[in-house]
Every structure is written in structure tokens, then in C-alpha cells.
């Protein structure tokens, strides 16, 4: 049975840094592209950044670029999401989603992504 478990969430002061992880079981992650998605209380799910298949390629959303590193190590099956310089506004519940198709074209369009994880909440609080 296929499951992704997201950690590395938590409580952090303004400019503070955390590194989300999502590791997969249950398939083989280098099979899929994955994307990390966040959802504050009351606003629609974004999307924050995706990474290809092979890792060669990588996104961010206009709000976190600068700051946030996608990076995937498929020989844990496992996709990371280094934050820093976290704003209050960063605050959500972040999840990580896979995807076969290629991200360079659907980009952060939800129902591409198959599989969702159930998310793991990121408080930046002053």
C-alpha cells in the first residue's frame, strides 16, 4: 500500500528555517515527479515547488523563490523542502503530492497529482 509520511514541520520564529521531508513507501518514488503544495486556514491549497523525475529541473512558486530548495535523494525515496528565511505568512499545513506527468508542463495543476500525503503543519510565529 502506497504512503507518503511528511515531517519536519513545527514552530519557528520569523527567519527561521525548517527542512520538510516526504518519504514514500509502498512504490518507487523516482518513478514520479513531486510537487509540495501548502494550505493556510481559509485559502485555497498553492502550489510552493515541484521537482522532475530525475530531478533535473525544479520550480518555485514566485512567493518563496529565493528561499525554499526542492532536492530529491531516490535512493531513500524521499523528496526534501529546505525553507528559510520563513515569513508569518509561510505559515500552513505543507504537503508533498507525486505525479507521472512532467511538471514543466502541468505545473502546480492538482489533478495531475495522484498521490497526496496528509501534510505537515509549518507555524511561523513572532
Known amino acids: 500500500q502506497w504512503q507518503f509520511v511528511e515531517s519536519g514541520g513545527g514552530l519557528v520564529h520569523p527567519g527561521g528555517s525548517l527542512k520538510l521531508s516526504c518519504m514514500a513507501s509502498?512504490?518507487?518514488?523516482?518513478?514520479?515527479?513531486i510537487g509540495w503544495f501548502r494550505q493556510a486556514p481559509g485559502k485555497e491549497r498553492e502550489g510552493v515547488s515541484y521537482?522532475?523525475?530525475?530531478?533535473?529541473?525544479?520550480n518555485y512558486a514566485d512567493s518563496v523563490k529565493g528561499r525554499f530548495t526542492i532536492s530529491r535523494d531516490n535512493a531513500k525515496n524521499t523528496v526534501y523542502l529546505e525553507m528559510s528565511s520563513l515569513k508569518p505568512e509561510d505559515t500552513s499545513v505543507y504537503s508533498c503530492?507525486?505525479?507521472?506527468?512532467?511538471?514543466?508542463?502541468?505545473?502546480?495543476?492538482?489533478?495531475?497529482?495522484?498521490?497526496w500525503g496528509q501534510g505537515t503543519q509549518v507555524t511561523v510565529f513572532s
Open positions: 509502498g512504490f518507487t518514488l523516482d518513478d514520479y515527479a
Open positions: 521537482i522532475t523525475m530525475s530531478g533535473d529541473s525544479t
Open positions: 503530492a507525486a505525479t507521472t506527468s512532467d511538471p514543466r508542463r502541468v505545473g502546480f495543476y492538482e489533478y495531475e497529482y495522484a498521490y
